[in-house]
Every structure is written in C-alpha cells, then in structure tokens.
C-alpha cells in the first residue's frame, strides 16, 4: 500500500464563529503505520456540528467539521485491519468509529474505549501539522492509527450508511447498555434522528410495544412510519405507558422535562438511557426511595465502541425501513456550498443534510 502521497485535498476549514468557513485545499499526508487515507463519498451536517457553528460547544481551531462520513479507502501506511479481522484495501467502502482509541489504557481495557485516555474526535480537533484532513467535510479524510475502521456492502445507499457512525452507532450503544430484548415495552424520547433510529431499531429487535413521544407532530408522523406503536405529545406520556409500563427508556431530546419525565414513567425493573443530554442544562430531581424500590437502572450513554458500529451496519443492511433512512436526506450539497447547506441543516425540518464530492 501507499503511505506517501503527492496531491492535495480540498477540505471546509472552520476558524470560529466570526471567521467561519473556507474552502481551500490541503495536501494529503504521508501516512503513517495503521493510518488510512479516504476519499470521501458523503459527509451529513450532525447536531453536534451545528453546536460548533453556532458557538454553543468550545472547539479547537482550525478544524475540518463533520464526524459523520463514508468514503473508499485509497492509501494505508501498512496493513490495517478492519473490525472485521480482514486486511483493509485500496477501494474498500468504509465507514470508520468518531474516535480512536488506543487499546491499552484502563479505560479501553473496561470496555469503554470511546473514553480512551488519549480519544482524539473527528470533527473535533485542531489541525496540526501531521492531521490535518480531519473531518469529514472535505474530499479525503485522514484515519489515524487507533480508529476502528468498518467495511460498507457497495449495496447499501450512501444516504443510509453515512450516520452509522454517529446517529446510528450511538443507539446501537445505548441498547446494548440498557440490555434491550424482544420482550421490552419501549419509550423513545424525542423522534430525531436518533429517535426515529431507536425507534426502528427497537422493532428489528422484535419489541412489539415502541411509544414515541416529540413536540412535533411531523416527527411523530415519521416515528409511525419507522415502526412506533403509539406516539404521543409530552404531556400524554404518563397515560400512554400506564396501560403497559416502560421497560426501556431512551432520552434522545436532551430536554430537562423530558429527562425529568423518563424518571417518572419507568417501570418496575426499568431501564432508562440517558443520551441526548450532552450540553449542561437544568437539574432534575427524584425521590430516591420509590428509585430504590422500583430497582431502576440508569446508564449514560455517550458514543459507542466499535462493535456497536459494526451493529449499525448490520442493521441499516437489514432493516425493512431502509428506504425511509434514504429518505430522510434530501439531495446533497456540493463542498463549496458548505455555508448554505449549514444554513439549510440550521432551519430545515429534515434530520439531516448532506454535502456530497463528485
């Protein structure tokens, strides 16, 4: 394989809030052992990218934004494995984890390498003088030694596959952590791209129960189609689940009251994840001997590793709503509209925008 190459990259580079974005090109690097350079395929504008912007979340500067990405693999330096145990290869389809992780600190050793102790983010870092292509908002995304790489079937829509490693990947995680079976009665909180996620998600697991709530009556319109059972407004919630419990609760919002009301609803024996709530907001509260004796179990859950990923693939490959994930992505911008297709992202009632590179 090639760990040297002599071109350049044309990449979106974020310089804050008053400075914003530039297209302009970048050289590729000369990798280094288990480094992977991609040509990026699809890159969506994630929440998390528009908190950035919108000044709301510190970042590094510069940086190349975009976290969620797919592309075809055209340099190693060396050989690199997939999650799968196969060599990777020039023109592999691949999708790769938001993080690396090392493999060797107390964290990764736990089983939460997400949190490795030396975890450097895609979309999140500043570029430096050997990584500098690292974001998806750019022709060629440069995978650093550490990063779990995932093969994509050709098959599977662009559309479909290019939040596996956010959206897709982090519920995934979640249910894992809350140990979702078939026999669950499901609430899903907040129908975002995540919720719609968990939303089928839950159904492919066999759940028969899923309850769907959002303020938005058009997201509960899609989480009907994407396989929710019921879906209701917040303040219906209690009285849609006292008929059948809620055995696993997935907060996707972030919404204090929301938050709030996942600690009210749950079920004897209940499980609640608590993933959207990634920004400081208000407290909560309650009564610790009814926690107690309801044998409540409440798990954070924040990224995902890299059998997650490999989850999400599975999934999105299988899943009889695929066409509704393509659907959810209206057609791509182009790289060197970036600033129109985050203004779109900012305003538009669909989950997710796209930039492509032809």
């Known amino acids: 394989m090639t760990t040297t190459v002599n071109a350049t990259a044309t990449a979106a580079i974020w310089s804050g809030v008053d400075a914003g974005f530039s297209v302009g090109t970048l050289p590729l690097p000369g990798l280094r052992p288990g480094e992977v ?41 060396g050989d690199v494995t997939a999650a799968d145990g196969a060599p990777v290869s020039d023109g592999d389809r691949i999708t790769w984890t938001i993080g690396t992780s090392c493999g060797t600190c107390r964290r990764c050793l736990r089983g939460i390498p997400q949190k490795c102790l030396s975890v450097r983010k895609y979309g999140h870092e500043a ?21 779990g790489v995932v093969k994509l079937p050709q098959q ?22 809350t140990n979702l079976t078939a026999d669950d009665v499901v609430v899903v909180l907040g129908c ?26 058009a997201r509960r319109e899609l989480a009907t189609l994407f396989g929710a059972t019921t879906v209701v407004e917040p303040q219906d919630l209690a009285a849609a689940t006292s008929k059948y419990g809620a055995d696993v609760i997935f907060e996707l919002s972030g919404n204090s009251r929301a938050v709030q009301s996942a600690f009210d609803v749950v079920d004897l024996g209940g499980r609640i994840a608590l993933v959207g709530s990634v920004s400081p907001a208000p407290e909560i509260s309650f009564e610790p001997s009814g926690f107690v004796k309801n044998l409540t ?11 997650d990923l490999v989850e999400a693939v599975d ?44």
Not at 130 to 136: E, R, Y
Not at 142 to 147: E, F, K, M, S, Y
Not at 192 to 217: K, Q
Not at 325 to 331: K, N, Q, S, V
């Open 297 to 307: 179990t409440v798990v954070g859950s924040h990224n995902y590793r890299v059998d």
């Open 127 to 147: 570029i430096d003088d050997h990584w500098k292509l690292n974001g998806g908002f750019g022709t060629h995304v440069h995978l650093v030694a550490g990063t």
């Open 156 to 177: 599977l829509p662009a559309t479909v596959a290019t939040p596996a490693n956010c959206a897709t990947a982090t519920v995934t995680c979640a249910a894992r952590r």
């Open 37 to 77: 350079l991609v040509r990026t395929e699809l890159a969506t504008i994630c929440g998390s990218d528009l908190h950035t912007i919108n000044g709301d979340r510190p970042t590094p500067l510069p940086t190349v934004l975009g976290h969620e990405a797919i592309g075809h693999v055209v340099a190693t330096g």
């Open 315 to 358: 999934f999105l490959e299988r899943t009889a709503v695929q066409q509704l994930f393509a659907d959810l992505i209206p057609a791509p911008y182009p790289l060197a509209d970036i600033v129109p297709a985050v203004a779109t992202a900012s305003s538009s009632t669909a989950p997710r925008i796209a930039v492509h590179f032809p």
């Open 192 to 217: 975002g791209m995540l919720g719609l996620t968990a939303v089928a998600y839950a159904r492919d697991r066999g759940c028969a129960t899923v309850i769907a709530s959002d303020v938005d009556p």
